[in-house]
Every structure is written in structure tokens, then in C-alpha cells.
């Protein structure tokens, strides 16, 4: 009779990559490694959960021809092998995930760098935005009639109860990981923070303190893992890497139209929906600082 051999099948051996992260992860990144798992697996990104109550706690681990949100780690391709529900580990300067451990050797802020920007020139910007946006085919996923307008009119007016009020209704509203309510509301909270700073009206970064609180109160348990680590972000001035570039154009750091448009393009509404969010929050900055829109002079 013949033997049988028994064959061993030893677990692949563990190889090692390197990225850049976004300085938003830093409080993540640099803490004791912490169990996480696969949310989501796309072809240009993989969405980890980080079994913890600090923020933000969703890590975004995508390629370089990906959207660069700013809870992300940029890493080569291909990306590693996962599937929804998989292990991983997220900390000690490392994401694990799978067999595959990824080394974060660079960071980048997500966080735009505009310097002082002029209150009526922003206003004399604003018509063209709108206009850029109104030639496109990319339509907002809610109608911007209806809770966007309300906070939209609350904060353009410095109402505190209104814009708050507005906010609540807009999180988690529609469908998707990042949900249109959301992604207005994240252009919105940007614009506030980075536009008024920059401009020095004070209202408009107090108005984005009093919505940063409500979304730190209640987005984990209104819209989706992902998209609530979003909002973390934008109520910190974070965000993608496209909305950043329409922020630098009106400040004057490149030109309006190929920013605008280049963030139109992001998803099915997603980009159009962050660009209504800092149409309407830009406007807020003009009227709280006392411009008016070139088309109402």
C-alpha cells in the first residue's frame, strides 16, 4: 500500500507596502494597533471600520487614480486582496489588512491652505461658480428646495436654530454610502470654516463650531459609517482633494472653471451635491460679511 502524505498549506507570507496618509488619521495611525474591519472593497479603494469611539474612525485605503478623501491612505497599485467583512488592523504607524501590511512613510493635510481672501472678490466669484454648475448635466441627488434651502437661508442669515435645525433633517437624507443630505452638508461645513476663516468673518466659523458640535453628536447613529468619518472631517475644514481645489480657486490659486468641474465629475451626485454645499456656504460668507453677490449690485 502506498503512503499518504499529508501536505501542510502554510498562510502566505506577510509583505509589506507604503503610503501617504492624510493628517486627519494621525490620532488613528499613531495609536496602538486596533482591530478593524473591511466596511466595503472597491477597485480603486478598500473602506476599513476601526473598532473604537475616536474619530474619525473610518480609514479610506485607496490608489493614487482614486478620489483623495481626507481620511485616506494613498498607496500603489494593486491594492490588497479583501472583501467586506474581512480582518484588519489599523495603528502603530500601520493598516493590515489581509497579509499585507502598509507602512505609512508621508503624510498630507486635507486641509486647504488659502491665506487671506477677499470678501468682494468672493462675491464677484460666486455668479461664475454658479454658472459652471448650472451648464453641467451633474444635478444634486435631493432638491435643493427642501432642507438644503432652509440651511442654506439659516446660515446666510447667522440663525443658529435655523441652520442646526436644517442640518439635522439633511444627515443621512438619500440613498449611498455617502448620502446627498451629507455631502451638501460636508460642502457647507468646509466652506464655513475655511472661506470665513479666511475672509475674518468670524459668524461663519461660528456657525460651523455650533454644526461641527451636532454632527459630532449625532452622526454616527443618523447616516453611515462612511459617511459620518466625511463629516468629521469637513466639520474639522478636511476634505477631498477636488473640493479643495475649488476652495483654492476662489481664493485666487487657480483658475474657477477646471476645479469646479473636476469636482462635478465626482460620483453619481456626490460632486455636484459638495459643490451646492459650497455654493451655499460661500454665499453665507458673503452676506455675513456684509458683500453681496456681483449679480445683486
Do not use: K
Request: charged residues 15%; hydrophobic residues 45%.
Amino acid at each position: 500500500m502506498g503512503t499518504r502524505t499529508s501536505i501542510r498549506h502554510r498562510p502566505p507570507a506577510r509583505t509589506t507596502a507604503f503610503g501617504a496618509a492624510s493628517t486627519a488619521l494621525r490620532p488613528a495611525l499613531e495609536s496602538p494597533r486596533r482591530p478593524a474591519r473591511v466596511l466595503a472593497a472597491f477597485p480603486l479603494g478598500l473602506y476599513l471600520e476601526i473598532r473604537t469611539d475616536t474619530e474619525p474612525f473610518v480609514v479610506a485605503v485607496v490608489t493614487g487614480a482614486a478620489t483623495r478623501l481626507p481620511n485616506a491612505v494613498v498607496v500603489g497599485d494593486p491594492l490588497p486582496p479583501a472583501a467586506g467583512g474581512d480582518e484588519a488592523a489599523v495603528g502603530d504607524g500601520c493598516v493590515e489588512i489581509g497579509h499585507v501590511t502598509v507602512h505609512v512613510r508621508r503624510w498630507w493635510d486635507p486641509s486647504p491652505a488659502l491665506g487671506s481672501v477677499d470678501l468682494d472678490r468672493m462675491a464677484a466669484v460666486l455668479p461664475a461658480f454658479g454658472e459652471v454648475c448650472g451648464a453641467s448635466n451633474r444635478g444634486t441627488g435631493l432638491d435643493p428646495g427642501g432642507a438644503g434651502a432652509l440651511l442654506a437661508e439659516g446660515c446666510a442669515s447667522g440663525s443658529l436654530l435655523g441652520a442646526i435645525t436644517a442640518a439635522e433633517r439633511l444627515m443621512g437624507l438619500g440613498p449611498g454610502l455617502t448620502p446627498s443630505g451629507d455631502d451638501m452638508l460636508a460642502g457647507m461645513l468646509v466652506a464655513l470654516r475655511c472661506l470665513g476663516g479666511a475672509a475674518g468673518v468670524q459668524r461663519a466659523v461660528w456657525l460651523a463650531d455650533w454644526l461641527a458640535a451636532t454632527v459630532a453628536f449625532d452622526a454616527r447613529t443618523r447616516t453611515t459609517p462612511i459617511s459620518a468619518t466625511l463629516l468629521h472631517c469637513a466639520a474639522q475644514g478636511q476634505a477631498c482633494a477636488e473640493a479643495l481645489g475649488v476652495l483654492r480657486a476662489v481664493a485666487g490659486h487657480q483658475p474657477l472653471e477646471p476645479a469646479v468641474r473636476r469636482l462635478l465629475r465626482l460620483g453619481h451626485t456626490s460632486g455636484a451635491d459638495l459643490a451646492w454645499g459650497l455654493r451655499a456656504g460661500m454665499s453665507a460668507v458673503v452676506r455675513l460679511g456684509g458683500a453681496a453677490p456681483s449679480a445683486d449690485r
